[in-house]
């Protein structure tokens, strides 16, 4: 999926906080965090985990690459 830097950046409070998101974490998530053109992030969904096997709070998400531009050197 090809996206815009604050899109993605939106997407990652959802993926970190989940239904807990608030409005104020977002905004600190932002303002905290910048991409770059043609970065690559990679985020995985463990289907392996049952949902009524996850301790509350965590998420079947994970985030493992965020915006590595490394490809470009």
């Known amino acids: 999926v090809v996206t ?3 899109f993605l950046r939106v997407l990652m409070a959802v ?3 989940g239904n807990e998101l608030k409005p104020s974490e ?3 998530l932002i303002a ?3 991409t770059t053109n043609t970065g ?3 985020l995985t969904y463990d289907t392996s985990i049952h949902p ?3 301790d509350p709070g965590r998420s079947r998400w994970r985030i493992r690459v965020f915006n590595d ?3 470009l050197g």
Do not use: E, Q
């Open 15 to 17: 993926v970190i906080f």
């Open 69 to 71: 531009h490394s490809h």
């Open 4 to 6: 815009h830097g604050y």
């Open 32 to 34: 905290a965090t910048a």
């Open 40 to 42: 690559i992030t990679m």
């Open 26 to 28: 977002l905004r600190r």
């Open 52 to 54: 009524h096997d996850i």
